[in-house]
């Protein structure tokens, strides 16, 4: 009786693919735009209302868990709640000054008021 069959050859395989993958927090998913006004409504209430508790903002804008909560304000706004709330926003968190109108126009694109 003859021995086991021999297994092809193996074809070699192609090159893997050159396009980088991307990481994880590049990844968009539709959670972002709920979880982007969850957060800008908890930097508002810890802001606005410092005798609120952690536990009840987290629960005003729909975290049941304190440390969940904590862990994504961290992750969106760059900085734990409870600092946020002492210390304010971080400077790329904060919204940049109007742009400065030139004196003589009451409209930014418009030059010596003309129109």
Do not use: K, N
Not at 24 to 43: G, I, K, N, V, Y
Not at 88 to 98: D, E, K, L, N
């Amino acid at each position: 009786m003859p021995g086991p069959p021999e297994a092809p050859a193996a074809e070699p395989r192609p090159d893997p693919d050159p396009r980088p993958i991307p990481a994880r927090d590049q990844t968009p998913t539709c959670d972002q735009p709920l979880t982007r006004w969850r957060m800008e409504l908890a930097a508002a209430m810890l802001r606005d209302e410092p005798g609120r508790t952690l536990a009840e903002v987290a629960t005003a804008v729909g975290y049941s868990d304190e440390f969940a909560f904590a862990a994504a304000f961290r992750r969106e706004v760059g900085t734990p709640p409870g600092a946020y709330r002492t210390a304010g926003p971080p400077p790329a968190h904060r919204r940049p000054a109007p742009p400065a109108r030139h004196p003589a126009s009451p409209h930014p694109r418009r030059r010596g008021g003309e129109l």
